[in-house]
């Protein structure tokens, strides 16, 4: 019997498997796919804003593997090397054991983490918006400070507990911001104080918000997020972080507890190691999804540098959308690749992006047609809510936005994420020596 074996359950690991193992099931070849990822699930990572926000339960976005998946063997554990000519993977696992699986053909799709800067304190003080673990901690930690501020008598210290900054102002960290000024909002209403005494900044070392959307919608949520009180600093990063401030790179220090580190992605770890040719952090593939030296290894999503064929000369983006199609052309390739079908060149064209941007508002851009406000709210929600991949994931997502509209969003804490858990090691899992 020959083995696939797929690393990371990401969009494109996920959907690869997934249809893989359909092509095959109408197939005589004897092929065992085994996917190798650290969780259980698959996550829908567009809806962690949601998650910090309280707005969704976590649960929600996590896609349960062994429900979507039963034909696919699935081991639980991070490939930590591959042996391009051995033909192997070692895999940590439960307890660091550590197990070597062959393979006939392998597919890369470990996905991205957040890209570091060297920024004294970053690592210690910062949080990420890539896993879980970091959305429900940043919502906890900061409702949290919002607790302890209720209880503060010097008014510097709890205004430092009431401010947050965002630092990315593309449309991760510009829907993280919207989402945890709602959460605050909820709070200082139940608890009868003024919303504006909570603060929260967004900084970009660019000079628009979301350059993705274009400059119409880019404008249009400046000024709704500027209303809602969000101060927006562009062209401003940090320059420094300590355990209760920031220093702006244009020297302003600013007494804060709550920081997120939304500022981009580059490939996941493990390929660094491998010792292949990368582009902008990602694997150099061909339009097949090859590596071109090793015609077995195949490669897909944010891990790869896929040529946009739409776009002569370019890569396509880092996005869901892209690694989810990738990982059905990696499917159809793969079983091409043992004799299953034929191969065919990945080609997509970027259909836009949908951005919610909080209480009735998100600005959304599909096929170039230019929304903003409840139209793209609409389409947002429902875009999200049919892309997740298991009816009963999609089920419990409706029900929470239904919810929010007759009750507000929940202000309890769990306490189960501590902050080690959620640093860019415990959770992204990227070395302290980045
Ligand atoms: C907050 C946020 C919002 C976003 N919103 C959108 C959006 O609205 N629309 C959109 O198109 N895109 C969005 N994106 C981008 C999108 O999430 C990524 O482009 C997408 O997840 C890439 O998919 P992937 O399969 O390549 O990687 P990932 O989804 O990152 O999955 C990679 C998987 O591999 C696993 N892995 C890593 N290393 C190893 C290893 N050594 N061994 C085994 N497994 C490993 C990881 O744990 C992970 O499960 C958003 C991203 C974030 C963070």
């Given at each position: 019997m020959r083995r696939v074996v797929i690393v990371g359950s990401g969009f494109a690991g996920f959907t690869c498997a997934r249809k893989l193992c359909r092509i095959l099931s109408r197939s005589d070849e004897d092929v065992e796919v085994v996917l190798v990822s650290p969780t259980d699930y698959h996550l829908y990572?567009?809806?962690?804003?949601?998650?910090?926000?309280?707005?969704?339960?976590p649960r929600f976005v996590a896609i349960s593997l062994t429900d979507t998946l039963p034909r696919v063997k699935l081991?639980?554990?991070?490939?930590?090397?591959?042996?391009?000519?051995?033909?192997?993977?070692?895999?940590?696992?439960?307890?660091?054991?550590?197990?070597?699986?062959?393979?006939?053909?392998l597919v890369l799709t470990p996905g991205s983490v957040t890209r570091l800067f060297d920024v004294p304190g970053l690592s210690e003080h910062a949080r990420g918006l890539k896993t879980i673990a970091e959305a429900v901690y940043l919502r906890e930690h900061f409702l949290r400070q919002l607790e302890l501020a209720d209880h503060e008598t010097d008014p510097a210290v709890r205004?430092?507990?009431?401010?947050?900054?965002?630092?990315?102002?593309?449309?991760?960290?510009?829907?993280?911001?919207?989402?945890?000024?709602?959460?605050?909002?909820?709070?200082?209403?139940?608890?009868?104080?003024?919303?504006?005494?909570?603060?929260f900044l967004l900084l970009d070392t660019a000079d628009r918000v979301m350059p993705e959307v274009g400059n119409r919608l880019g404008d249009n949520a400046l000024s709704v997020l500027r209303d809602r009180g969000i101060d927006i600093r562009l062209q401003t990063s940090l320059r420094e972080l300590t355990e209760d401030q920031v220093v702006l790179t244009d020297d302003t220090v600013v007494p804060t507890r709550t920081v997120a580190w939304v500022t981009g992605v580059t490939g996941a770890p493990l390929l660094t190691g491998l010792d292949l040719p990368m582009e902008?952090?990602?694997?150099?593939?061909?339009t097949s999804l090859r590596v071109p030296s090793h015609p077995d290894v195949f490669a897909g999503g944010d891990a790869a540098a896929v040529p946009d064929v739409t776009n002569p000369g370019k890569i396509t983006p880092p996005t869901a959308q892209h690694a989810t199609r990738q990982g059905k052309a990696l499917a159809r390739n793969v079983a091409a690749?043992?004799?299953?079908?034929?191969?065919?060149?990945?080609?997509?064209?970027?259909?836009?992006?949908?951005?919610?941007?909080?209480?009735?508002?998100?600005?959304?851009?599909p096929l170039g047609v230019h929304l903003s406000g409840f139209p793209a709210k609409a389409i947002t929600r429902a875009y999200h809510t049919f892309a997740v991949s298991r009816g009963v994931n999609r089920w419990a997502i409706t029900l929470s936005y239904l919810t929010n509209v007759v009750t507000p969003r929940p202000l309890s804490t769990l306490g189960l994420?501590?902050?080690?858990?959620?640093?860019?090691?415990?959770?992204?899992?990227?070395?302290e020596h980045h």
């Open positions: 990572t567009p809806l962690l804003p949601d998650v910090a926000g309280g707005l969704i339960d081991v639980i554990g991070k490939v930590d090397a591959v042996d391009l000519d051995g033909k192997t993977v070692t895999i940590t696992g439960e307890g660091d054991t550590r197990t070597e699986l062959s393979w006939d053909r205004q430092a507990l009431r401010t947050v900054v965002v630092v990315g102002a593309s449309y991760a960290g510009t829907e993280l911001i919207a989402q945890l000024r709602a959460l605050a909002d909820a709070y200082a209403r139940r608890r009868g104080f003024d919303p504006t005494e909570i603060r902008r952090g990602r694997l150099v593939v061909d690749s043992v004799g299953v079908g034929v191969a065919k060149p990945y080609k997509h064209r970027d259909m836009g992006l949908v951005v919610d941007l909080g209480p009735r508002f998100a600005v959304a851009n994420v501590d902050s080690g858990e959620a640093s860019f090691t415990g959770s992204e899992g990227i070395p």
